[in-house]
């Protein structure tokens, strides 16, 4: 079992940064495969990022390539999605998920998520 803890969302002017974090709990974060996933209002939840157990390799989508950041620290069970040239169609709940590389086939835990709302 591992539980996500997301913060760092807000209110941030175009153009503005913003850093979220994302704290797990357990001994084993090491084994999981950490993505990040948003929602923007009245439409379906979309990939953003992910990051394998190393950090070694790193997957974003076209729409935030070149602006966001994935990184981990395993040392503190957490992940870091660091976004840069904040657009307003960045605006949306953002969301951490975790997949046992061992065991799932796809993300089985979430956490609450995070709104990020991005002002023209």
């Known amino acids: 079992q591992v539980q996500l803890v997301e913060s760092g969302g807000g209110l941030v002017q175009a153009g503005g940064p913003l850093r979220l974090s994302c704290a797990a709990s357990?001994?084993?974060?090491?084994?999981?495969?950490m993505g990040w996933f948003r929602q923007a209002p009245g439409k379906e939840r979309d990939f953003v990022a992910r990051?394998?157990?190393?950090?070694?390799?790193?997957y974003y989508a076209d729409s935030v390539k070149g602006r966001f950041t994935i990184s981990r620290d395993n040392a503190k069970n957490t992940v870091y999605l660091q976004m840069n040239s904040l657009k307003p169609e960045d605006t949306a709940v953002y969301y951490c998920?975790?997949?046992?590389?061992?065991?799932?086939?796809?993300?089985?835990?979430w956490g609450q998520g995070t709104q990020v709302t991005v002002s023209s």
């Open positions: 990051i394998t157990r190393s950090g070694g390799l790193k």
């Open positions: 998920a975790a997949r046992n590389y061992y065991t799932d086939s796809d993300y089985s835990y």
């Open positions: 357990g001994r084993t974060f090491d084994s999981y495969v």
